[in-house]
């Protein structure tokens, strides 16, 4: 399969979007063939008497080889092989997937003419395999057919591309190969790049991105799969089966043929490099190359599309004329590897408008350090703005030749940047009915300025600046804009800067009508008089020094508003405000009742201190009667510590008045309660036991 069901062959196809940035199709490819090739291919792809080459696989393998080798065939020969996809093609209903892809194919190789009904229900008959099979060559044949009719401009789309992927990778396997169907119990080789071959397809035909996660995965299967690759002594590579029934097994060419045929054209279709080294690669077409001229149709045909190609791309394609930046280009094969000794000329430059800008070849330098070519940009006399420039490579050493395909032309889009001159910038105010400028003030650009205008509303603004290239041309920008921000009220207005071919200029009028006055704008500023700040902005993708410049404020003196004028639109509110700092509350406490002198709270203290005076003197005149207090040490010491410890509570009690809080008071008052119960029991007990010894006795 040619890239995914009829695409150009390898060093046409494989000119992809491999890196970060797009690289162009090639417009023709150069092969690294001899007449001997060509001679080989029309004896191997001998028509029959009939004029046919045989089923229509071998039909398409022939015609595409003479397509690629360039050698012409008869018409009739033509003719036939037309007559056969046609015919092929008319009777889809009962055709398999198989002959219905190769007809496709073929048809698409010689350009035949087929009806585009005939291609519908062809579409539609693939479309119905692809949701009821779920064997590998089925969804190839038929995601590969209708490919193959999309590329010959019908409109096909996979309406179920997402699973029609996940139908396909659900075959693979961990170590990169594919299965054929979900019965088989072996993985091939060969299978792997046909399935790679359908999954690109079915990325070309999906209405929408394919998930991008499982391209990473099948990415992955790829380096797995060049895991697998076997290899002679001289650095030659190639694929070959692992375990295989023997009617399924291809051979090296057919099968490293196929999975070189796959990897590129899943590189065609996803972004990014993989991650394959670069001398497996040249180890592949050292392959192919050794084997010479091809002793059979098949051999011939894969040898023809497996040759390496080289990509050209540019790291960046934004210049800057300010920054003297040059023009760099890298050229890499399809897989990211390094180019050989080769020869980058640019041959032509081109207007955003496809005007030819310049047609004088100039050969860019290499740096060897850094891999690249490059280019001083400001030899080709070219101004801000897009650029298609068109680059030709040509390989230094002829053996070189037998490797690698260096195509035709490659076009790439650059942008380029630059400071833009700003100069004759004025602005005043003139009369309404003479057009007499009363007051003109010229103004700088490139900073701030601080006008002072005033005007009523029968008069009007002008504002005047022209914008100049790096090479004197005159420059629009995509933006220009003058704001009016009135003081007060903080409504704006805004209003476009219109351009002519040589300045830009606006007479403050109610836009977009050419020439009106502030007299048409009252309503829409809202009758409100007052100051209004002035801001000019001037911006463009390639206008370097873009700007928002303050140019001062005009004091304008409106009538008064009607009853029935519109009112100005109400401020946005921050809604973060309601985070900010609150209003101050202030609060005045309600001033202390009178209280009575110092010296009398101290009299009525000394008051309630009295009874315990008393009773104080009372012990003292009655005497203590200390006959029952125990003698014994113990009971004695018992005794004592139960005497303190009421003392201790009485104590706690006036601390309590005096400074302690409830919940101290009552911690400590814990304490003493236990103690006071163990010492005073102590103590009563001794007592009990006296007394009732005394009783006894």
Known sequence: MAAAGGLPASATLLLLVIAAVAVAPLASAVRPVSDAHRSAAAELFAASPDGSFGDLETTYEAVRTFQILGVEKDKGLIGKACKFAAEKLASSSSSPAKDLFHAARISGVLKCSVDSGVYDDVATRLKAVIKDTNSLLELYYSVGGLLSIKEQGHNVVLPDADNTFHAIKALSQSDGRWRYDTNSAESSTFAAGIALEALSAVISLADSEVDSSMIAVVKNDIVKLFDTIKSYDDGTFYFDEKHVDAAEYKGPITTSASVVRGVTSFAAVASGKLNIPGEKILGLAKFFLGIGLPGSAKDCFNQIEVFVPLVLS?????????????????????????????????????????????????????????????????????????????????????????????????????????????????????????????????????????????????????????????????????????????????????????????????????????????????????????????????????????????????????????????????????????????????????????????????????????????????????????????????????????????????????????????????????????FLVFVGHRALSYLSSTSAKQKTA
């Open 314 to 674: 540019l790291p960046s394609k934004v210049f800057s004329l300010t920054s003297k930046d040059q023009l760099k280009v890298e050229v890499t094969t399809v897989f990211g590897s390094a180019a050989p000794p080769l020869r980058v000329n640019l041959v032509q430059v081109l207007g955003s408008d496809s005007k030819v800008i310049t047609t004088e070849t100039k050969e860019l330098q290499f740096d060897l350090d850094n891999n690249v070519h490059y280019l001083d940009l400001a030899p080709l006399k070219i101004d801000v703005g897009k650029y298609s420039l068109v680059f030709e490579i040509s390989l230094q050493e002829q053996e070189h030749e037998t490797i690698y395909a260096t195509g035709g032309t490659n076009t790439e889009a650059i942008f380029v940047t630059g400071l833009i001159k700003v100069d004759k910038a004025e602005i005043g105010i003139s009369d309404n009915d003479a057009g007499t400028v009363e007051s003109v003030q010229k103004i700088d650009l490139q900073k701030d300025t601080s006008v002072s205008l005033s005007a009523n509303h029968l008069q009007k603004l002008r504002l005047s600046f022209q914008l100049s290239t790096p090479l004197g041309k005159t420059f629009k920008p995509h933006q220009v804009f003058l704001k009016l921000k009135h003081d007060e009220s903080k409504v704006e207005h805004l209003f476009v800067v219109p351009g002519s071919a040589s300045q830009f200029k606006i007479v403050l009028v109610e836009y977009p009508i050419p020439q009106l006055d502030f007299l048409g704008l009252v309503e829409k500023f809202y009758y409100l008089s007052g100051r209004y700040d002035l801001e000019l902005a001037v911006g463009d993708a390639a206008m370097e020094n873009s700007f928002l410049r303050a140019l001062g404020h005009i004091e304008l003196d409106l009538p008064e508003a009607p009853e029935k004028a519109p009112k100005p639109p109400a401020q946005a509110v921050d809604p973060f405000s309601k985070f900010g700092p609150k209003k101050e509350i202030s609060h005045i406490f309600r001033s202390p009742e009178k209280r009575p002198p110092k010296e009398l709270s101290f009299a009525f203290t000394g008051l309630t201190l009295l009874p315990i005076v008393g009773f104080l003197i009372g012990l003292m005149r009655l005497g203590v009667n200390l006959k029952n207090f125990p003698s014994l040490p113990a009971p004695a010491a018992f005794a004592s510590l139960f005497h303190a410890g009421i003392g201790a509570v009485l104590l706690l009690y006036v601390l309590f008045w005096i400074k302690l809080d409830l919940f101290t008071t009552l911690k400590y008052l814990s304490f003493l309660g236990v």
